[in-house]
């Protein structure tokens, strides 16, 4: 049987260098893109994380419709909280769960969300 070597998701954006921008703020670093000036696709990697990021007309998805949500295990949710507030990220509040994970949560300019954690169980 085969197997999987790893996932690489791809994010849909309405403006990928609005997403490219967001994502370095994060941490990671662009590996390619399909265009210099007018991006509709790139990749991102940080750590051993791959993420793909492709342009898509977003506007006819209601204002509250669910969006995707990636999790990211990290090895210290309170030094991350540090590391982004040094990129000028701002009131970021870490909380436990009642499932015994440690994490935060942001959203990009599509709502699409970055959970980071770290299971205390």
């Given at each position: 049987?085969?197997?999987?070597?790893?996932?690489?998701?791809?994010?849909?954006?309405?403006?990928?260098?609005?997403?490219?921008?967001?994502?370095?703020?994060?941490g990671f670093t662009v590996e390619f893109r399909d265009n210099l000036t007018d991006t509709k696709?790139?990749?991102?990697?940080?750590?051993?994380?791959?993420?793909?990021?492709?342009?898509?007309?977003?506007?006819g998805i209601p204002p509250m419709a669910d969006r995707p949500t990636l999790r990211f295990v990290v090895d210290s949710v309170d030094d991350m909280v540090e590391e982004l507030e040094s990129e000028g990220f701002s009131g970021i509040e870490p909380f436990a769960t009642p499932w015994g994970t440690y994490e935060f949560h942001l959203q990009d300019h599509d709502r699409n969300g970055y959970q980071f954690y770290v299971d205390r169980s």
């Open positions: 049987m085969a197997s999987i070597q790893s996932v690489h998701p791809v994010i849909m954006s309405s403006d990928v260098g609005k997403t490219l921008d967001f994502l370095s703020q994060l696709y790139a990749g991102v990697t940080r750590d051993s994380v791959e993420l793909h990021i492709q342009w898509n007309d977003l506007s």
